[in-house]
């Protein structure tokens, strides 16, 4: 006979507000083999759990229920409790009468019920609990980071300094991303390049980091510290190990007439090219797009001045597959698409440029040398408008409802550098609020109001007209001086919102991680696991996570690093024992498990059988190794003869719940 | 036909290909054509049978018969092809111990169609022209061919053999089939109409479990509904939730597997239309995953145990079982 303890928690106000939980212990207490039913204002206090610890040895209980918050909080400390008093961990149960019942009802009597019929579910099913025992599994002594920008360079070199090797994938065919693209940081004004530059060829020097550049993660199998992930090396037609990055080829190029992604697209690079100077690897790669060779089979310019002979327009994508014990996504992020704004005219005027765009007419590496020209007559401008809040904020469909949280310090950090440099120009920024938290960062603004006279105007741009004079018209408003304005501008700078790359959502799917509304990588948890994903061994480093600046992300990427390392030194890993295992009496060896599991953790094997005729048969039955299975439980369902079950949570558990439920 | 038959069989036990005959024999009427298991040619010429009321798919024997000793003759109608090849998916037979010899199909001749225009005693059957010469104790009776034809024959998907090792005759094709006709009426009746149809039909269910003896895709080592653990075992149809859920669950347990070979309705004593179930899964799959024919190939991912990032969400799903 089971002799079951019901522990109903008060959690405070959380629960007791809403649920009369002496009635809940109460009626619990009247449940078939409970055999004592308490409540108490903290059950996971140390008070509260001796409670359960002494209750389990004076009434020798066989089973436990504990009707309290979600078991994502809570399972783990009372699991451990029980361990502590000689209880099975795993005859534990947990009734979620707060996420699922207190916080989300009003009336007592309704949310009272409620927490009974939870509380009976619980105790149905702990009739049928079976004690469990953790296994343990092995971790891959290897790192995967999707992405070589800032994020992912950091975390990367953290978890190499600790010993470990990591492998960095990133897309484009050099990494740097984002910050290598700007020109100077906030809010020290030095020269991006000449701080992020030395961190790249530290990765690419560093013996335990290994770069996979123009390369994609194309699939991803198994689970914490047995991840099996496949990484597509797409075709650059040019031998890694060959190419020395003279850049003889990408001179010799006739084709010159490539929009230069570096450069957003502000001059041209080409059809063979290496992205900017510092890039690494520096090895070149042909854009089979304009290759004339590729499109034509004419010209083989750069294959004839190649003297290492690394070109190779015949090329194939290369697909490598290799283990990790932990995996860190830093896929950053993207100024979003403006075609949207035609109030800002950014698509009819050259001279109404993005800021990264901004960056890239002001970079001494720049289509202009560095020197601030209007991109429609390269002449200098004199008055620019600079327009926050282009899409974040924004209660439309057009924009994004966030903060891109690093505008109002880049277009600072801009509108300072051109009075600078240019003090003949007038330069208007106009804004919602300015954010300016962070160290130094308010300071760093009011110099550019202060010191530097910059114009900042509280208002919004309603429209940007472009005149056949050269001059944009900006219309605006004023709202503290309560006028509108018109400003006949050289120049109109846009802060467009930031977005997550677009490859995060395939990305999210193949890792099972979580995504919010706006495409951001959901944290485990906001407060307390700010660098880990809800999926075990996968964590979030830099922008890909929400928006942020270049110190916010170095830190969250030393911090995704060192949750990495905690993974990683570890020789193994304490498994889940609810895991799947089959009836191989029933199994028809039909394969409908082995084609749903995520994990591959389900072979075949030819074993013999006494038959009920007293017969021997082979017959063909699923096996499931359960230190790869991780318990989702996809096979319980997909098994037409019901031969699946799942440790903790099998069929017949589900099932007496249900019917404690619907009694 | 059945002559080329019983020759091919005969040529293949005397060559040693085979050494056992799956085939049909008469049963205690001229139309109780029934699955037998021949080993010599002198069983095969006294016994054998071949006929128009021969429509017993025979797939669902090879399952046992495959793992005996040395290899079968099986002769598969195209239908039952698509039933052979959906084993051999599943891994529930031996693709090297099974002979297949493919045969053109029907229609078939349904019996009880017969019956139903007052006509009994039949000794056998005679095709002229598409109107059927029957002969029964009582003389010589005539009714049109198309009018005593199966109901899974008048909808028949594809004239095709989707697998096997020879054929006798030419093979045909995939047909464009009216089958889901019938699921579109009643998916456009109400809720309350369609509660009364399905109420109506299995309330005549007596739980004989012909149905599930018969379906080729009914093959699990233990059925749910013989297993004692179950909690389901062997349970009268007490009480109409009983009635209902029985047919429902079956249909669940074969969706995405069934083939829609029909002989589920074929067996039924009671006339219950149980393929309709079978098809609503179907149609349901075309239209939520995409055109899906199971047993048409041996390798390809089924939708319900597949997952591609183009798959419907759950909501749609739900959205139409809304009213």
Redesign the interface.
């Known amino acids: 006979m089971q002799r079951i303890g019901v522990f109903v928690c008060h959690c405070g106000t959380n629960i007791a507000a809403t649920v009369d939980v002496k009635t809940v212990a109460e009626t619990l207490g009247h449940e078939p083999g409970v055999v004592i039913s308490q409540d108490y204002q903290y059950m996971c206090s140390e008070s509260g759990q001796n409670l359960v610890k002494n209750a389990i040895k004076e009434h020798n209980l066989t089973g436990v229920v504990v009707c309290s918050c979600s078991p994502r909080m809570h399972e783990n400390t009372f699991r451990k409790a029980a361990a502590a008093a000689g209880l099975n961990p795993y005859l534990v149960e947990i009734a979620n009468i707060r996420e699922q019942c207190s916080w989300i009802h009003k009336d007592i009597a309704t949310a009272t019920e409620k927490a009974v019929i939870l509380g009976k579910a619980a105790v149905a099913k702990v009739h049928l609990n079976a004690p469990l025992t953790a296994g343990e599994s092995p971790v891959a002594k290897r790192a995967l980071v999707i992405g070589g920008g800032i994020a992912g360079i950091q975390t990367a070199l953290d978890i190499a300094e600790a010993g470990f090797d990591v492998d960095i994938v990133e897309k484009n065919p050099t990494i740097g991303g984002k910050m290598a693209q700007i020109d100077k940081t906030f809010p020290t004004l030095d020269c991006a390049a000449c701080i992020l530059t030395p961190k790249m060829v530290e990765a690419s020097q560093n013996e335990h980091i290994t770069i996979h550049s123009f390369s994609e993660v194309t699939d991803v199998k198994g689970f914490v510290g047995n991840f099996t992930v496949t990484i597509k090396k797409k075709a650059r037609y040019v031998d890694e190990t060959k190419c020395t990055g003279c850049g003889l080829c990408t001179e010799k190029c006739p084709m010159k007439k490539v929009p230069n992604e570096f450069n957003m697209g502000l001059d041209n690079r080409s059809a063979i090219y290496i992205p900017f100077a510092q890039a690494v690897p520096k090895v070149a790669t042909i854009d089979p797009n304009y290759c004339m060779m590729m499109k034509t089979g004419k010209c083989g310019a750069c294959s004839k001045v190649c003297s290492v002979g690394a070109i190779d327009y015949k090329q194939q994508d290369k697909f490598i597959e290799q283990k990790y014990g932990a995996i860190v996504v830093a896929t950053g992020f993207n100024p979003i698409n403006l075609d949207k704004y035609d109030e800002f005219a950014y698509n009819q005027c050259p001279d109404v440029v993005t800021s990264l765009e901004l960056e890239r007419l002001m970079n001494a590496a720049g289509p202009n040398g560095g020197t601030l020209l209007r991109p429609s007559d390269k002449t200098h401008p004199h008055k620019i408008v600079f327009v926050q809040c282009v899409g974040s904020r924004c209660d439309d469909s057009k924009g994004k409802p966030y903060c891109s949280k690093i505008c109002c310090m880049y277009t600072a950090k801009h509108a300072m550098l051109i009075r600078e440099k240019y003090p003949d120009t007038e330069v208007y920024v106009f804004y919602i609020d300015v954010r300016t938290p962070g160290k130094n960062f308010d300071e760093f603004y009011r110099r550019a109001v202060e010191q530097y006279n910059v114009h900042y105007i509280k208002g919004m741009v309603g429209k940007v007209t472009p005149r056949s004079d050269g001059k944009i018209d900006v219309q605006a408003s004023d709202l503290l001086a309560n006028e509108q304005l018109h400003i006949d501008a050289d120049m109109v700078v846009l802060a467009a919102a930031i977005e997550p790359d677009k490859t995060a959502r395939?990305l999210a799917?193949m890792l099972t991680t979580q995504m919010d509304t706006n495409d951001f990588f959901t944290e485990a948890h906001p407060k307390l696991r700010p660098v880990e994903s809800a999926t075990a061994g996968i964590f979030l480093s830099g922008a890909c996570q929400g928006p942020k600046d270049i110190p916010e992300t170095v830190a969250q990427a030393s911090a995704a690093a060192a949750k990495a390392i905690g993974l990683l030194v570890k020789n193994s890993i304490t498994c889940n024992p609810c895991v799947a295992h089959s009836d191989e009496?029933?199994?028809?060896?039909?394969?409908?498990c082995e084609?749903?599991c995520p994990y591959g953790a389900i072979t075949?094997i030819d074993k013999e059988f006494r038959m009920p005729d007293r017969t021997t048969?082979l017959?063909?039955v699923a096996s499931v190794n359960p230190a790869v299975c991780q318990g989702c439980g996809a096979c319980t369902v997909?098994c037409?003869?019901?031969?699946m079950d799942l440790n903790g949570f099998s069929n017949s558990q589900i099932?007496a719940e249900v019917d404690a439920i619907c009694k | 036909m059945q002559e080329a038959m019983i020759n091919k069989a005969k040529q293949l036990l005397a060559d040693g290909t085979v050494n056992r005959v799956i085939g049909w024999k008469r049963g205690e009427f001229a139309y109780d054509i029934t699955p037998a298991v021949f080993e010599s040619a002198e069983e095969l010429d006294s016994e054998f049978v071949y006929d128009d009321f021969t429509s017993a798919n025979v797939s669902k024997y090879l399952v046992k018969e495959c793992?005996k000793e040395g290899r079968i003759l099986a002769f598969l109608k195209p239908c039952d092809t698509y039933s052979f090849n959906q084993l051999i998916?599943?891994?529930?037979v031996v693709r090297e111990n099974v002979y297949i010899v493919g045969i053109p199909g029907g229609p078939k001749l349904d019996a009880e169609k017969i019956k139903a225009k007052g006509i009994t005693g039949i000794l056998g059957v005679k095709n002229e022209n598409y109107t059927l010469k029957i002969d029964t104790v009582y003389g010589e009776e005539t009714m049109p061919f198309y009018e005593a034809i199966l109901d899974k024959c008048a909808s028949c998907k594809s004239k095709k053999h989707v697998v096997y090792d020879e054929l006798i005759g030419e093979d045909g094709d995939v047909l464009d089939s009216n089958r889901f006709d019938m699921v579109e009426k009643l998916e456009n009746m109400s809720a309350q109409e369609r509660y009364d149809f399905w109420r109506e039909q299995l309330s005549k269910c007596i739980r004989c479990n012909a149905c599930r003896n018969v379906c080729p895709a009914c093959?699990?080592?233990?059925c749910?509904f013989d297993?004692p653990n179950?909690?389901v075992e062997n349970k009268a149809p007490a009480d109409s939730f009983e009635e209902n859920m029985f047919h429902i669950i079956r249909a669940f347990?074969?969706a995405g597997?069934c083939t829609d070979c029909g002989e589920c309705s074929r067996v039924c004593p009671q006339n219950i239309p149980l393929h309709l179930l079978n098809r609503k899964f179907i149609k349901d799959i075309n239209s939520l995953y995409g055109e899906y024919q199971a047993g048409e190939d041996t390798t390809s991912?089924?939708p319900?145990?597949?997952?591609n990032?183009d798959d419907c969400e759950a909501s749609i799903v739900h959205e139409r079982g809304v009213e």
């Open positions: 395939p799917t009496l029933m199994c028809n060896g039909c394969s409908s084609k749903v075949y048969a017959r063909r997909a037409p003869s019901g031969a099932m | 793992k998916k599943e891994h529930r093959t699990c080592e233990k749910v297993n179950s909690g347990h074969v597997r991912r089924a319900l145990n597949d997952y990032k």
